[in-house]
C-alpha cells in the first residue's frame, strides 16, 4: 500500500513560480518511477510530467516543457514539480501518482490557480 500526499498548491500571478511536494509513504519510496497529473473540471485528467525511479530520466508534456521540473528526493520520501513561469491555463487540481505492480495511487490533490 502507498499513500500520497500533495502540498504547495496556492494562488499566484501569471509568471509566477510554485513548488508543489508529493510525500509517499508505505512501500518502498524508492522502487517506482512518479508522475504528475492535472485536471480542471469537466476534463480528463492530463499527464504532466514524470521522472524515473532513480530520477536521471524525466519526461514532460510540451506545455510545460522548458518552465516545470520534476524531481525526487529518495530520502525523504518526496518528488517535487518545480513551476515557473505559470500561465492562466496551468490552473489546475495536480495531483502526483506512482504504479505500484499493476496498481495506480493517487494522492488526494492539491490546488494551483493561476491568475492573469
Known amino acids: 500500500q502507498v499513500q500520497l500526499v500533495e502540498s504547495g498548491g496556492g494562488l499566484v500571478q501569471a509568471g509566477g513560480s510554485l513548488r508543489l511536494s508529493c510525500a509517499a509513504s508505505?512501500?518502498?519510496?524508492?522502487?517506482?518511477?512518479k508522475a504528475w497529473f492535472r485536471q480542471v473540471p469537466g476534463k480528463e485528467r492530463e499527464f504532466v510530467g514524470a521522472i524515473s525511479r532513480s530520477g536521471e530520466i524525466t519526461s514532460y508534456t510540451d506545455s510545460v516543457k522548458g518552465r516545470f521540473t520534476i524531481s525526487r528526493d529518495n530520502a525523504k520520501n518526496t518528488v517535487y514539480l518545480q513551476m515557473n513561469s505559470l500561465k492562466p491555463e496551468d490552473t489546475a487540481v495536480y495531483f502526483c501518482?506512482?504504479?505500484?505492480?499493476?496498481?495506480?495511487?493517487w494522492g488526494q490533490g492539491t490546488q494551483v490557480t493561476v491568475a492573469s
Open positions: 508505505g512501500r518502498t519510496f524508492s522502487d517506482s518511477g
Open positions: 501518482q506512482t504504479r505500484m505492480g499493476s496498481t495506480d495511487y
